[in-house]
């Protein structure tokens, strides 16, 4: 399996693979008309395009097919995580989530989880904070607010490591660097008065801007 910075191109593939992950994994805990609504027939193409824009986006593959997609935002809000029917169980679910909660040097990370992804989620530290009920064609689903709160000496470790891995990049990345941290930085609204953490940004930056210079890693 790889994990891979997201193009257009999969857009279409995604969208499909969303549609056909709902109406399997999460029919267990949803009904008919509940997943017809979370997950209709023909998706808005340009509006998940926009999403993918906004955001990072990192897809997973397993012998050249797509088997799992994330995004998340500056913010650290974590948006969409799913992974291919036929390949549940498997860890690209955590290889997905490992990568996606070190891209940006936040505080927290926020998620939206379903019944089905609460598990999930626990297992990997979050914590509730409120039930939701979330109303989409006058139809309502449940989804739970759940957050993971990060230490600023848990932030630090990982810019360490995030600085090791740096080092086996090639210098042929450092345009690509350049760019990203001009957008990271306009982005995040690092502040300037905050040494520690404009320290611990660009490390979290340099490994970002790695995926956006195209470098693929293989898990």
Request: proline share 2%; hydrophobic share 40%.
């Amino acid at each position: 399996m790889i994990l891979r910075k997201y193009d257009h191109a999969d857009l279409k593939q995604l969208a499909e693979l969303f549609h056909d992950t709902v109406h399997s994994v999460n029919a267990s805990d949803y009904t008919a008309a509940q997943l017809a609504v979370w997950a209709p027939e023909n998706a808005d193409l340009s509006s998940w395009g926009k999403v993918f824009e906004e955001s990072f986006c990192l897809v997973a593959e397993t012998d050249g097919k797509i088997t799992g997609f994330g995004n998340i935002y500056p913010s650290g809000y974590l948006d969409r995580l799913y992974v291919h029917k036929d390949y549940q169980r498997q860890g690209i679910a955590t290889a997905l989530c490992d990568y996606l909660e070190k891209v940006f040097p936040v505080e927290k990370i926020t998620v939206h989880a379903s019944l089905t992804a609460k598990p999930f989620f626990e297992h990997r530290g979050y914590t509730l904070i409120k039930s939701r009920q979330v109303e989409r064609g006058g139809i309502f689903l449940t989804n739970y607010l759940m957050e993971k709160v990060f230490e600023r000496a848990a932030n630090q470790v990982r810019g360490k490591t995030n600085r090791s891995l740096l080092k086996k990049q090639r210098a042929g990345n450092f345009p690509a660097l350049i760019i990203c941290t001009l957008k990271y930085i306009y982005t995040s609204r690092i502040r300037n008065s905050n040494l520690r953490g404009s320290i611990a940004a660009a490390e979290e930056l340099m490994l970002f801007a790695s995926l956006f210079s195209g470098t693929i890693i293989s898990i």
